[in-house]
């Protein structure tokens, strides 16, 4: 038991103790009026165990409410992490969905540059065709 504890049981035991003496002292026939239980040693021990009984509830009113207490910030801390958790897999699909897209279209950019460099190469054939083909025919006029 702390000191406070301890002292305030002792301020009661000395003022109910101080205010039986002095009603001794002033009526003599004091004691054969009280009550049984009170102003004896009975008395006193039952104050001081109800004193008791009081410190020790709000102990464990204390103790239940900072349980309760770190129970909720575990709680919350748990929700926090959840939602943290959550945006980061939400951001990562997003990211991963960007890429995704940014992929199919390096594809796509290769593939037409690929179709424009067959292209290319078939037209650049077909031209030498034709001008083989002009050649040809102009060499066949001259030796006619």
């Known amino acids: 038991m702390d000191k406070k504890k301890q002292r305030a049981i002792e301020d ?11 009603a001794k002292k002033q009526y003599p026939g004091f004691e054969t009026c009280i009550p ?4 004896t040693e009975e008395y006193l021990a ?3 165990k109800n ?3 009081v410190t020790q509830t709000r102990e464990k009113k204390k103790t239940r409410q900072s349980r309760m207490l770190a129970d909720k910030m575990k709680v919350h801390e ?11 897999a939400n951001h990562l699909m997003y990211q991963s969905h960007e ?3 940014i ?5 796509h950019s290769r593939r037409e540059k690929h179709l424009f460099c067959e292209t290319k190469i078939f037209t650049e054939m077909q031209c030498e065709k034709l001008r083989m083909q002009e050649f040809q025919d ?3 006029i001259e030796k006619d």
Not at 12 to 22: C, P, Q
Request: net charge negative; proline share 2%.
């Open 99 to 101: 890429e995704s897209q």
């Open 138 to 140: 102009s060499m066949d």
């Open 51 to 53: 004193l008791h009984e």
């Open 46 to 48: 039952s104050i001081h």
């Open 36 to 39: 049984k239980p009170w102003g």
């Open 103 to 107: 992929a199919v279209q390096l594809f």
């Open 78 to 88: 748990g929700h926090e992490q959840y939602c943290r958790i959550k945006k980061l």
């Open 12 to 22: 009661v035991e000395e003022f109910t103790s101080g205010i039986v003496n002095y």
